[in-house]
């Protein structure tokens, strides 16, 4: 079975300096990886997508996410934070294989900017 | 660009009675998806839905629970006796192909049982 690790709840930082988002993944086939973000009263927005491509992906936004099998490790960055980037962030896996269809979600990092 | 649309956005009801949320996919996808997120917890898993019946569902899509696609472009949930600890905000999604790949979302309905 799949599953999700977001390695901090809650990550704070200055506008206009990087943002680090860790997420590892566990998959017991090929995983199709992404990150969604979810701003207050919104729904859930795809920001990004792996599926066994190219291992750096770019996202809306300014973001990208670097999928590495060796640390089973799917970090989201951005060079520089807006406020606007403000979210909850969550890293979702499925599986390419097995044919099951559902997202499997981690818990959510929650972003703050500070001005 | 398309959006997934869910109504109402806010549902209030009282314990014991049916409520049915209401999805309108994107027009062209064919799988069907609803997702449950009670506070402060994850986005969890609840039924999917493809070629008109359910393909796969979670532990906590039970009895209670049912899909239906009653029309070409309507996807509704169904709780037939809601419960306390159903409070929680319902996500639809839907996407134009299974296996892994991305799902869109709609905005949710928050449902609060009284």
Redesign the interface.
């Known amino acids: 079975a799949q599953s999700v690790t977001q390695l901090d709840s809650h990550v704070s930082v200055s506008e206009g300096t990087p943002v680090l988002l860790r997420c590892n993944y566990s998959s017991s086939y090929s995983p199709s990886l992404f990150w969604y973000v979810q701003h207050p009263n919104k729904g859930l927005q795809l920001l990004l997508k792996y599926t066994s491509a190219a291992t750096l992906v770019k996202g809306i936004n300014g973001f990208e996410a670097e999928f590495k099998k060796s640390e089973t490790s799917f970090h989201l960055t951005k060079p520089s934070a807006h406020m606007s980037d403000a979210a909850e962030y969550f890293c979702v896996v499925s599986d390419l294989d097995s044919g099951n269809t559902p997202l499997v979600f981690g818990k959510g990092t929650r972003l703050s900017v500070i001005a | 660009e398309p959006e997934?649309t869910?109504t109402p956005s806010h549902q209030v009801t009282q314990m014991g009675q049916e409520v049915i949320l209401r999805c309108v996919p994107i027009s062209n996808h064919l799988?069907f998806?609803w997702?449950r997120q009670i506070l402060g917890?994850?986005?969890?898993?609840l039924v999917?839905f493809y070629n008109n019946e359910i393909?796969?569902k979670?532990e906590i899509f039970d009895d209670q629970f049912s899909v239906e696609r009653p029309d070409g472009s309507n996807f509704t949930l169904k709780i037939r006796s809601t419960k306390l600890e159903d409070s929680a905000m319902y996500?639809c999604?839907s996407?134009d192909r299974?296996?892994?790949?991305?799902?869109?979302?709609?905005?949710?309905t928050r449902l609060s049982i009284l």
Not at chain 2, 41 to 45: L, W
Not at chain 2, 98 to 108: E, K, S, V
Request: hydrophobic residues 20%.
């Open positions: 997934v869910q799988y998806y997702y917890q994850k986005v969890e898993f999917s393909s796969e979670s996500f999604a996407s299974g296996h892994g790949q991305p799902q869109h979302f709609g905005d949710g």
